[in-house]
């Protein structure tokens, strides 16, 4: 199902993020827009994503304090996104702030980020966390659980444990995701990649792919290679 793959337009300007939402069509109907291209380009975008059939998901990467994180969700609610992002490590006030925000938008998920794929064990010592990125991550997920979210962002790695302790009704987003076909150069920053089948063997609901779609020699097939491997039976 082609909208559980989620392309990740992290381009410099909404005429580079929207060629490549042209060049892809009608199969792919879910993008994520993130700091870079929101702060480039602004909410516009956005809305005519959003206004052309497309399902966004905000990737906001929310962690302030609970009162500015509700408005941010209100405003991408008002925008027609389908989800947020949300820091888990914010707090359960933050989450639940978040989560009552986001209550007047019916389509509005919030998801709660747990530990960034570029991260691993070494990298948690240095700000003083969980020994491992599993346990911090199994940590953060229980409590963006507790909290209401709808779902939450790990890597695949982490995606399987997940699956086993989270409600079954919970989204578990996968980033860091390659393909076969396409060239290493976007895996130097991720320390805990996938490809899309092994991703959804892990228990992943969908999987945000960007370079390996958008830095192709022929997205479109990259795009139908990922949806073709993101099968869960
Ligand atoms: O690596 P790729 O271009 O597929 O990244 C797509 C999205 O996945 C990025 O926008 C980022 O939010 C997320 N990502 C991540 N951790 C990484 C690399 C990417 O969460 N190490």
Known sequence: MSELVIVALDFES??????L????????RSYKVGLQLLTEAGPELVRELVSSGKQVFLDLKLHEIPNSVAGAVTAAGKLGVSMVSVHASAGSA??????EAALPFPGLKIVALTVITSLCDKDLQEIGLEPSVQAQVLRLAHLAADCGCHGVVA??????????????DMLVLT???????ASSSSSSDQARTADPRAAALAGATHI???R????????????????AQFTHD
């Open 14 to 19: 909404s005429r580079e993020a929207l060629a």
């Open 175 to 181: 980033p860091g995701v390659q393909l076969k076909s």
């Open 208 to 210: 945000v792919v960007g």
């Open 212 to 227: 390996a779609i958008t830095k192709a020699l022929d997205p479109r097939r990259a795009f139908a290679e990922a949806v």
């Open 94 to 99: 933050v989450l639940r702030a978040a989560v």
């Open 21 to 28: 939402v042209t060049e892809l069509g009608a199969a792919a």
């Open 155 to 168: 890597s695949a790695q982490e995606a399987e444990v997940l699956r086993g302790v989270l409600p079954s």
